[in-house]
């Protein structure tokens, strides 16, 4: 796959899934756009790919607005928009506050939402482009002691899909890549028990192909659905979980 000439805004581009697909597009010839809080870290993963870092919360529909604008003030276009930004809180819903869940749905689903609302019009007017927000394989099935997530993410597949129908006639294809355990920061945080070595191994003892997944194996599907090669597919759910959810 190449992209160059190509311009992609990867949100949650500082670490984990979001920084892989940072450099796997950037490994394939396009110009990446980081968006994420953490300076140090986006800094890090920029110096390393050369791509542009714009810092903020996207849980705040005006910075959205304001970093679409920045992107396409400087490189005139944005042909993929990736929503990898995304934040967990371990609870059952009866012990989930009113901080924790809002904070969970203002990233996961807000954040994703503002963000695709606020590029539309850019693919619009240079005649399309494409959407990969970031689901779960928790987001149809559901797991015990993270409700928040589970909801944000089922809200993030749904509004994958109908965003998907609004506009398939315009050239604009929304998919969503649906990954299962995936060895990133966090995978292993917020946790009550110490993230030791053995920790991961059970982990991945609950996975059928018995391994964690590289957050490269999930950003090569990314790419996979940014091109051309995907260009029947939209309103897709895309699960990567090596046989979880088969069961």
């Known amino acids: 796959m190449d992209f160059s000439g190509k311009v992609a805004i990867i949100t949650g581009g500082a670490s984990g899934m979001g920084a892989a697909t940072v450099r796997e597009y950037t490994a394939a010839g396009g110009q990446a756009v980081i968006v994420d809080r953490n300076v140090n870290l986006a800094s890090q993963v920029s110096d390393e790919t050369g791509a542009k870092v714009l810092s903020g919360n996207v849980a705040d529909s005006e910075f959205c607005n304001w970093a679409i604008e920045q992107a396409v003030g ?48 850019q693919m619009q007017q240079q005649g399309g482009g494409t959407i990969i927000n970031f689901g779960s394989i928790w987001g149809d099935v559901g797991a015990a002691g993270v409700l928040a997530y589970c909801a944000s993410k089922g809200a993030v597949h749904n509004l994958t899909r109908a965003m998907a129908l609004d506009h398939a006639t315009e050239n604009i294809r929304v998919n969503a890549v649906c990954p299962g355990e995936v060895n990133t920061p966090m995978l292993q945080s917020e946790r009550d028990e110490p993230v030791t070595d053995d920790l991961m191994h059970k982990l991945a003892k609950t996975v059928p192909m018995e391994r964690l997944a590289d957050p490269k194996e999930i950003a090569q599907v990314v790419l996979f659905l940014a091109s051309e090669q ?17 069961r």
């Open 230 to 246: 995907a260009s029947y597919m939209t309103g897709s759910l895309v699960t990567v979980d090596a046989g979880f959810t088969a």
């Open 74 to 121: 400087e490189y005139g276009r944005i042909d993929t928009l990736v929503n990898a930004a995304g934040v967990i809180a371990r609870a059952k819903g009866i012990d989930t506050s009113d901080d924790d869940w809002g904070r969970v749905m203002g990233v996961n689903v807000s954040g994703t939402f503002y963000m695709c609302r606020a590029v539309l019009p």
